[in-house]
């Protein structure tokens, strides 16, 4: 082999390993996304019971993720990335085989689905804490490498569900548990073997300098992260419209569409018709921004992007029949997708270095604050106002969210040239 090809693998085989060990785990914790619920009924019969197990979990991830920020600096990114992913294992594991053995009582099986989840946040944090030097590494524009990786998710979300429902009907609902503890420990060795350890000693040195993580204590450095968060006049604007955007998505996929599938189209499988065609949008729209994005600036695909998808929830309100609305729903999820990898791009080149890891478990802490909030407060609007008056009031939510953001000054630290500081390091240990 050419020894040029064969460096050129090299620089890429952190990347490829770091995108395979994504897909395999999200494979595997989208189909105990249906285990899970599944099994809680089974073994329970209540759906109160299986309802509660949801909602704890759920809560318990959101504070956890929060107050794990700096344990995310502190162990460095590829040890956070291998310990979520065997702690995520082991507890989906636990669950059957206390079950087989007799010894799976509620509490029990609440604490395990509270432990499965705990270090989700933090483990998406460390991936996208990876993701800058090894896309460096691999000559890969950030945001390319940004979108792959969501791309691999959505995929693997899209298919996830679908695999486990399948696997549950055909296996039982404890072996898609053993499969899912299997997929994390497979991701976690994939990382642990595949992701090279980058940084050194002088890095490490240099982080501690610039965050204090070498001086001060745990509670220090959590408010730390907040105090950065709040100075910074990017990271606030970021986590606003995000915390606004994930209310709409909410309200709109979890409420919305779901009202309209059940009163107008008649059937839940319309509503599994319309989350598909939304989901392969996005995965296209992925793609394409993989391909071209690092060519378009950052604000305005970031802008662009929330605004065609405000202008096309509004077509909705005349109620389409379902191929149309499949139809709107796939260019929609094909516009927005670049939404996420824009995000995340951004925060990586601002959130200063030695901080990543408090700075973005807080923004994804309060930005998932607005998904229950979300869809509570739709409920009540459709029930009060009607289908149609709620899709055109989302729609002008989303476009009014757009205009706050183009009218922020601090959005145009988005194109900024950063060449002359360092990015995220790939590790600090």
């Known amino acids: 082999m050419n020894p040029g090809l064969r460096q050129e693998r090299g620089r890429k085989a952190g990347f490829v390993a770091l995108l395979g060990a994504v897909a395999v785990a999200a494979v595997g914790e989208a189909m105990m996304i249906v285990a899970v619920p599944w099994f809680v009924l089974e073994t329970t019969g209540s759906v109160a019971q299986t309802g509660f197990v949801v909602a704890v979990a759920s809560v318990g991830a959101g504070v956890t993720g929060f107050a794990a920020g700096p344990l995310v600096d502190r162990a460095g990114f590829r040890a956070t990335a291998v310990t979520s992913y065997l702690v995520g294992g082991a507890a989906a594991a636990a669950i059957p085989l206390l079950h087989a053995a007799g010894r799976l009582d509620f509490p029990a099986l609440l604490g395990l689905v509270l432990v499965a989840s705990l270090f989700d946040i933090p483990g998406v944090t460390a991936v996208s804490g990876l993701v800058p030097s090894l896309a460096r590494a691999a000559s890969v524009p950030l945001e390319r490498a940004n979108a792959l990786l969501t791309a691999v998710r959505q995929i693997s979300q899209l298919c996830g569900p679908t695999l486990g429902g399948l696997a549950v009907a055909l296996m039982g609902t404890a072996q898609v548990l053993l499969v899912d503890a299997a997929a994390c420990a497979v991701a976690a060795l994939v990382v642990a073997l595949g992701v090279p350890v980058m940084a050194g000693r002088r890095a490490r040195a240099e982080s501690e300098s610039e965050a204090g993580g070498g001086s001060g204590g745990y509670t220090a450095q959590l408010r730390d992260g907040l105090r950065t968060l709040r100075r910074h006049p990017l990271l606030r604007a970021l986590t606003a419209s995000s915390t606004a955007f994930n209310g709409l998505d909410s309200a709109f996929s979890g409420v919305v569409l779901v009202t309209y599938a059940y009163q107008y189209l008649g059937s839940a499988a319309s509503l599994g018709v319309l989350l598909t065609a939304f989901g392969a949008g996005t995965a296209a729209g992925l793609f394409g921004y993989a391909a071209a994005g690092h060519r378009i600036g950052r604000r305005r695909t970031y802008l662009t992007a929330g605004c065609c998808a ?12 379902l191929p149309v ?10 516009v927005a997708a670049p939404v996420a990898p824009v995000r995340m791009t951004a925060l990586q080149t601002s959130v200063p270095d030695g901080r990543y890891g408090r700075v973005v478990t807080a923004v994804d802490t309060l930005a998932l604050t607005a998904v229950p909030l979300g869809s509570a407060a739709a409920v009540p609007l459709v029930a009060g106002l009607g289908l149609r008056p709620a899709l055109l009031l989302i729609s002008a939510a989303y476009l009014a969210v757009v205009a706050a953001c183009a009218w922020t000054p601090a959005f145009r630290m988005m194109d900024e040239k950063l060449e002359s500081r360092k990015l995220t390091a790939i590790d600090n240990v």
Request: net charge neutral; aromatic share 0%; hydrophobic share 75%.
């Open 310 to 321: 405000g202008l096309l929830i509004a077509p909705l309100a005349a109620l389409p029949p």
């Open 325 to 334: 609305a499949a139809g709107l729903l796939a260019l929609l999820g094909a």
